[in-house]
């Protein structure tokens, strides 16, 4: 079994430093906040993904990993993998900063042993492999890619059960020795060069931007010529070259990733003198879905937004997370602000940050009390089994946008009097 480190305890750190634990590894993850560190070691999920916690409370006990805020026990530990997992946030042009993934290489540069692997998770833009290099500056350590696919929410099933593990390396050897490391999960592993790598994890996260995009301008298409977006989804994903996956229509595609990625993509093609214009194409598209929910809700409220109190259900940028970060509702919920309503918002799990200007309650039926118009930008399963008599009855206006598709429409119907939802 392998000794392996893990710098950076994010949504990626964290599923890689237990996912490697339960592979049977001995695992030690460091992050900059002893705050964080001190929430880990106690087995507590400083995130809300399923299953984490109880595989953090076993992991404990049979001692595979342990978590650090100081590089000093990371270079006591004698690791032969690092693993960076630190954030690449955007910069102002797009383009992804890679001042922690270099700060990080440049700590590592002088605790890692000789023929250790310095592994890059961090999404980073092609060439950052042979940046990583050189701030390693050491010619016994070797540098391989081996993005993530994780989705927020299912990060630890899918860590075990990827569709494939893509591993980029100058060589064979090095290749060989990263995809050992994932020797009992039986999906397709492929050796790549490094730049491969990092290409292949920005292409399927820009792809799959541009297919929602395309399913989401369809989905408007068929609010206009009254054809049924189901339908149109079903037909569509039957075709066994496209496939009926990730095609659900929704108000835009946010979080922390879809966004930063396609905009760093472009950004890098244009250091190349590339267009990209499909992805372009994609990044407007999803900014003209973002429009249309807010025009609808403005219709639904009589033509104005001033003036006008809005209750939202979700914030987190999809369900099953607490991640707000380019959330699909914040931003709409932004938009309604500065237009000049009140809004008042619900979300099972997530948080928005105090000064963020509206209110947030501790249920559903509260954050519907005496709105104007109710919309529904967060497809929590539960929004599902809220009453709508009971939330119709206690509305100003009965008027509902669900722009998740997630309420059961022929109840929601007969409930209010106005009932629209994205894709008609
Ligand atoms: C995404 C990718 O799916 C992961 O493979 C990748 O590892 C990750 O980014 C990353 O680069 O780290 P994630 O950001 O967790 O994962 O979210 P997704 O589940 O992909 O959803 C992204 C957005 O698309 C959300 O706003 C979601 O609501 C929206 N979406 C997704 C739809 O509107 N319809 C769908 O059918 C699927």
């Known amino acids: 079994m392998a000794k392996i480190a893990v710098i950076g305890l994010g949504y990626v750190g964290i599923t890689t430093a237990v996912g490697m634990g339960r592979l049977g590894h001995d695992v030690i993850g460091y992050d900059i906040s002893s705050d964080r560190v001190m929430v880990l070691s106690e087995a507590k999920a400083p995130i809300h993904e399923d299953g984490l916690e109880e595989a953090l409370g076993s992991l404990k006990q049979s001692g595979k990993v342990s978590f650090t805020h100081t590089y000093q026990e990371v270079s006591d530990f004698k690791a032969d993998y690092f693993f960076i997992c630190v954030p690449t946030p955007q910069d102002a042009s797009g383009a992804a900063n890679l001042t922690f993934v270099l700060a990080a290489a440049k700590e590592l540069s002088q605790i890692a042993p000789a023929d250790a692997i310095v592994v890059l998770k961090s999404t980073v833009p092609v060439g950052s492999g042979e940046r990583v290099k ?252 809220v009453d709508p008599i009971k939330v119709s009855e206690s509305m100003k206006s009965k008027a509902v946008m669900d722009a998740r598709r997630v309420l059961p429409v022929d109840a929601w119907r007969s409930a209010v009097d106005n009932f629209r939802v994205l894709g008609g």
């Open 134 to 385: 050189q701030a390693l500056s050491r010619s016994d350590l070797h540098v391989a890619s081996n993005p993530e696919f994780l989705r927020e929410g299912s990060a630890l099933h899918d860590f075990m059960k990827p569709d494939r593990i893509i591993v980029g390396a100058a060589s064979e050897q090095v290749s060989t020795r990263v995809l050992e490391l994932y020797g009992d999960i039986s999906s397709r592993k492929i050796a790549t060069s490094v730049e491969s790598a990092e290409l292949i994890k920005y292409s399927t996260n820009a792809y799959l931007a541009m297919r929602l995009s395309f399913v989401n301008d369809l989905a408007a298409l068929c609010e206009k010529v009254g054809a049924s977006v189901d339908d149109l989804v079903d037909g569509l994903g039957s075709d066994s070259r496209i496939g009926p996956s990730f095609l659900s229509p929704g108000p835009g595609w946010g979080g922390s990733c879809f966004p930063k990625d396609t905009r760093a993509l472009v950004s890098v093609a244009s250091d190349f003198g590339l267009d990209l214009p499909l992805i372009d194409a994609a990044l407007e598209s999803n900014e003209a879905s973002l429009s249309r929910v807010v025009e609808n809700i403005k219709e639904l409220a009589g033509g104005s937004l001033e003036g006008k109190v809005i209750g939202v259900w979700g914030l987190a940028f999809k369900a099953n997370t607490d991640d707000i970060r380019e959330s699909p509702a914040m931003n709409i919920v932004a938009r309604l602000l500065a237009r000049g309503s009140e809004v008042i918002a619900f979300d099972p799990v997530a948080l928005a940050p105090k000064a963020s200007g509206f209110s947030q309650v501790q249920n559903a039926e509260l954050a519907a009390a005496g709105v104007d118009v109710l919309a529904v930008l967060t497809e929590w399963p539960e929004f599902a089994q």
